[in-house]
């Protein structure tokens, strides 16, 4: 038997229960794992709120680190007793142990520890993908980046200062600033108490005081809504707007303000269509964890929390008081 968050309605962090449930053999192609961590991640909030749709009862999660206990038939290159972690899969990680599809599995080398990597797997191959895939740097840009004391955001920092890329990053707090930065964000702008309206006039003003007036040639914005119209005014023509989450609520364009702002390019990326096919995926993680080992990107979470208070770790990130990871201890 084993423990799993699930919930049976969506709504607030209260639909959030601990339950048992039975975990029995792996089936064809699938592993047996048992957490170590289970990483918590703002696209959880949006699978219990109902804001992402998925039929219920459901488990949540798709973030976690442990070992393989055993694997089912097929399964070729994942063994038992190997250390591995995931990112992709049906929701579910929030448990101790669960049946996993074994191709979705990260063997995690060692010199990286589960505790470490629990931080990465969801966040660090967001920044991967974010800065080395879908709007590429090449070392020496200004960028804006927002939620830069985030999950994300703290991996992003390091991957920036480790490319050579300079990051402006917005932050709520002072506090946050400072940790930001303590990782490799070069600038800072403090956004605690602004209205939309402020966000929109106060992040522009800032960036182009940064930039001797130019802007900047990318923004990843994964707070959405509220900080759509900042980064569109924060960009050079003909620059890049990575809309990668929605925080604060979803963005709406219409196409010709894209013209209006500079003929700006936008995306919408989604993790699944840049780290699949699973030999892709395992490059990915082989990249991120080369920075792990050679010291230029570290990982700690910085909230932990009990399974059982998967709630109070979900009630704190949408509140806005975490940094970094938080994760979930079976
Ligand atoms: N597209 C993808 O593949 C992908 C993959 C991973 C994550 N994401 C997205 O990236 C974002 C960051 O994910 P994460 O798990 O690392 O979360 P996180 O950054 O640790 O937490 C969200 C942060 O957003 C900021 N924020 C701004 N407005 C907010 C609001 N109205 N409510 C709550 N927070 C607000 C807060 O930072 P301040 O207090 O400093 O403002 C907060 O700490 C999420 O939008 C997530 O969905 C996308």
Redesign the pocket.
């Known amino acids: 038997m084993a423990k799993a968050i699930r919930f049976h309605k969506t709504g607030g962090p209260e639909v959030l229960e601990l339950e048992t449930v039975e975990v029995g053999e792996p089936g064809p192609g699938q592993a047996r794992v048992r957490h170590a961590f289970v990483a918590v991640?703002?696209?959880d909030i949006?699978f219990r709120s109902g804001r992402y749709p998925h039929p219920l009862p459901a488990g949540l999660g798709s973030d976690a680190v442990g070992m393989v206990e055993a694997v089912g038939e097929g399964v070729t290159d994942i063994r038992p007793g190997q250390r591995v972690g995931y990112l992709l899969g049906p929701q579910g990680a929030y448990s101790d142990v669960r049946l996993m599809p074994a191709d979705v599995l990260i063997p995690l080398p060692d010199g990286v520890s589960d505790r470490t990597a629990s931080t990465l797997m969801?966040?660090g191959l967001?920044a991967q993908y974010l800065f080395r895939q879908v709007r590429p740097l090449q070392g020496g840009e200004t960028i804006l980046y927002h939620?830069a004391?985030?999950?994300?955001?703290l991996v992003a920092c390091q991957w920036a200062r480790a490319i050579g890329v300079t990051m402006i990053g917005?932050?709520?707090?002072e506090a946050?600033a400072e940790v930001a930065r303590a990782h490799g964000c070069a600038h800072t702008i403090v956004?605690g108490g602004m209205t939309p309206d402020e966000l929109t006039r106060e992040i522009p003003r800032q960036v182009r005081e940064l930039t001797g007036g130019k802007g900047v040639p990318v923004v990843y914005d994964?707070?959405?809504k509220?900080t759509l119209m900042a980064s569109l005014d924060s960009l050079q023509v003909r620059g890049t707007l990575v809309s990668?989450?929605?925080?604060?609520g979803p963005v709406v364009v219409d196409t010709t303000l894209l013209a209006v702002k500079g003929s700006i390019w936008l995306t919408r990326?989604?993790?699944v269509h840049y780290a699949t096919p699973r030999s892709h995926m395992l490059a990915m993680a082989d990249e991120l964890f080369a920075h792990v080992r050679a010291g230029r990107i570290t990982g700690e979470p910085k909230q932990e929390f009990a399974l059982a208070d998967a709630a109070r770790a979900h009630r704190a990130?949408?509140s806005?008081q975490?940094t970094g990871a938080t994760v979930l201890v079976p």
């Open positions: 991640n703002f696209i949006y969801m966040k967001t939620a004391a985030g999950g994300v955001g917005t932050v709520s707090t946050k956004t994964s707070v959405g509220d990668n989450g929605t925080t604060s990326p989604a993790m990130l949408e806005r975490t």
